[in-house]
Each structure stands twice: as structure tokens, then as C-alpha cells.
């Protein structure tokens, strides 16, 4: 079983929605959580941390759930900018490991 | 102005060869990382290294060396590339070795072994 699974998508949204995707991870003593996101051939980047309590950042709502050990991501009022793959990121003992990546397409 | 780059940024050889790939960060940072990432594109821990002393050290072929000359550096030396070497390989930095430490990537090598 991977260490941190998502859905590849693609997800193709009109400007202005609202879309959530999910990811899960296998290691219930995972530490911290993030999702970062990569554009098409570029380094990946830091979007948020994710906290148990939930936490947002501008459009961006992220949450936890250390029961089910999923974690989630929802873009409100999505713009052509937000078109990305994003990547679920689990810490454990100094090491992250990246999901595959959901790939969202926000066209006009 | 970079944060942490990576030369070459592109590299095309053929198999057997022995290639090295540089990364410098200026972030003042002390933990440098190498990750994979192949053509389904998970991204692969393969070094970590805290203060140029080795961390992680993840089931890569021995083929693959990093070097650290000093905080600033973590260079990657492959011996003999194989086709299945091919990938892009990212450099990184974090502050340190907390849980919570944000970690920023380099700009990748796209290595193709032909």
C-alpha cells in the first residue's frame, strides 16, 4: 500500500467553483501534514499546512482527519492561476512523503 | 537571488557514464535533501542531509553519492546511469529537521540516460 494516496483526477472545473479532493495515508503516526502544489515542469511549493483543527488560507481550506488518517483540500471560487497538480505531503521521522498528485484544470 | 538552485538543469547522457548534479541553497538553511521524481511522478526521498552529516538515507543503489562540502551544498554524484535513472531530481532545503519545517525545492534536473 502506498504511504499517501490520492486521486489523480483530473479535475476540470469552471472558473469561479468550488473543488475538494481528498487524500489518505497509511501511517497512523504521521506528524504533520501539508499540501503543496506543481506546476506543469516546475519545482513543487509549500500551499499550507494542515492542522488538526482545520485551517484556511485565503480560498484554500484544508482539514485533518488523524481517525480515518485523511486529509483534505477545498479551493473556493477557483481561477485559471489555481490550475496545478497538488500534492498531499505526509511528515514521518524527518521524511515527507508525496501522493501522486491531483492534477485541477480551471478553464474560463 | 535564487533561493536554492540546481545546475545542470538538463542533462542527456548515455548509460554507463558518471554525471553529478550541484544544488546550493543561500537560505541559510541546515538540512538539504535529493528527492526522484520519476515518469508517474512520485516524489522519492532519497538523501537527507542535517548540517552535512548524512540523515536519511532512503534504498537507493549505491551507485548514487551525495557530497556535502559545507551547509550550503548537497551535490549528487551518480556512477554507470542506467536507463531507469532517468527522472527529474529535485534538491531541497528546510531550516532544519522539525516536523513542522517548511521545505523549498530547487528548480530540477531533467536526467535522461539514453
Known amino acids: 500500500r502506498k504511504e499517501v494516496e490520492q486521486d489523480p483526477g483530473p479535475f476540470n472545473v469552471p472558473e469561479g467553483a468550488t473543488v475538494a479532493f481528498n487524500c489518505t495515508y497509511s501511517?497512523?503516526?504521521?506528524?504533520?501534514f501539508f499540501w503543496y502544489r506543481q506546476d506543469c515542469r516546475k519545482e513543487p511549493k509549500l500551499l499550507m499546512s494542515?492542522?488538526?483543527s482545520g485551517n484556511e488560507d485565503g480560498r484554500f481550506t484544508a482539514q485533518l482527519n488523524r481517525a480515518s488518517q485523511y486529509i483534505s483540500l477545498l479551493i473556493r471560487d477557483s481561477k485559471l492561476s489555481d490550475s496545478a497538480t497538488y500534492l498531499c505531503v505526509v511528515n514521518h521521522d524527518y521524511k515527507l512523503s508525496f501522493g501522486a498528485g491531483t492534477t485541477v484544470t480551471v478553464r474560463a | 537571488d535564487t533561493a536554492v538552485s540546481q545546475t545542470p538543469k538538463y542533462l542527456v547522457t548515455q548509460m554507463g557514464n558518471d554525471k553529478s548534479i550541484k544544488c546550493e541553497q543561500n537560505?541559510?538553511?541546515?538540512?538539504m535533501y535529493w528527492y526522484k521524481q520519476d515518469s508517474k511522478k512520485f516524489l522519492k526521498i532519497m538523501f537527507s542531509?542535517?548540517?552535512?552529516?548524512?540523515?536519511i538515507n532512503e534504498t537507493v543503489p549505491n551507485r548514487f553519492s551525495p557530497k556535502s562540502p559545507d551547509k550550503a551544498h548537497l551535490n549528487l554524484h551518480i556512477n554507470s546511469l542506467e536507463l531507469g535513472d532517468s527522472a527529474v531530481y529535485f534538491c531541497a532545503s528546510s531550516s532544519g529537521l522539525a516536523v513542522t519545517d517548511t521545505q523549498y525545492f530547487g528548480p530540477g534536473t531533467r536526467l535522461t540516460v539514453l
Open positions: 537560505l541559510g538553511h541546515d538540512t
Open positions: 542531509y542535517n548540517n552535512k552529516e548524512l540523515i
Open positions: 501511517n497512523s503516526a504521521s506528524q504533520s
Open positions: 494542515v492542522y488538526s
